[in-house]
Nanobody, 124 residues
Framework: QVQLVESGGGLVQPGGSLRLSCAASGSIFSINTMGWYRQAPGKERELVATITNGGSTHYADSVKGRFTISRDNALNTVYLQMNSLKPEDTAVYYC??????????????????WGQGTQVTVSQ
C-alpha cells in the first residue's frame, strides 16, 4: 500500500517558522505533482503550494513570499518551509500527490492521493 505521512506541525507564535515534511512510501512507481493543502475550521480545503517533479512551483497568493515548497525526488518527500507565520495560517495541512503505484501485477494512477494531515497552530 502507498502512504503519505506528514510531520512537522505544531504550535508556533506569530512571526515564527515551521517546516513540514511529507514522505511517500510503498510500491510507488512514479510521482508527478506533489502539493500542500490546508483546511481551517469551518472552511473549505484550499491549495497552499504545488511542485512538479521537474521543480516548477505554484503558490497561493496568501503565502507567496512566506512559504517555500521543495522536494527530494530520491526520497519521495516534499517539504513546506513556512516563515512569518500568521494566525490565519492556522489549519490542518494535508500533503497531496499525483502518483502511480503497483498493486499486485498492475499499475494504477491516483491523481489525488492524500496524507492524514498535520495540525499547524499559530497563536500567542
Amino acid at each position: 500500500q502507498v502512504q503519505l505521512v506528514e510531520s512537522g506541525g505544531g504550535l508556533v507564535q506569530p512571526g515564527g517558522s515551521l517546516r513540514l515534511s511529507c514522505a511517500a512510501s510503498g510500491s510507488i512507481f512514479s510521482i508527478n505533482t506533489m502539493g500542500w493543502y490546508r483546511q481551517a475550521p469551518g472552511k473549505e480545503r484550499e491549495l497552499v503550494a504545488t511542485i512538479t517533479n521537474g521543480g516548477s512551483t505554484h503558490y497561493a497568493d496568501s503565502v507567496k513570499g512566506r512559504f517555500t515548497i521543495s522536494r527530494d525526488n530520491a526520497l519521495n518527500t516534499v517539504y513546506l518551509q513556512m516563515n512569518s507565520l500568521k494566525p490565519e495560517d492556522t489549519a490542518v495541512y494535508y500533503c497531496n500527490a499525483d502518483l502511480t503505484y503497483l498493486s499486485g501485477t498492475k499499475y494504477f494512477r491516483d491523481y489525488d492521493y492524500w496524507g492524514q494531515g498535520t495540525q499547524v497552530t499559530v497563536s500567542q
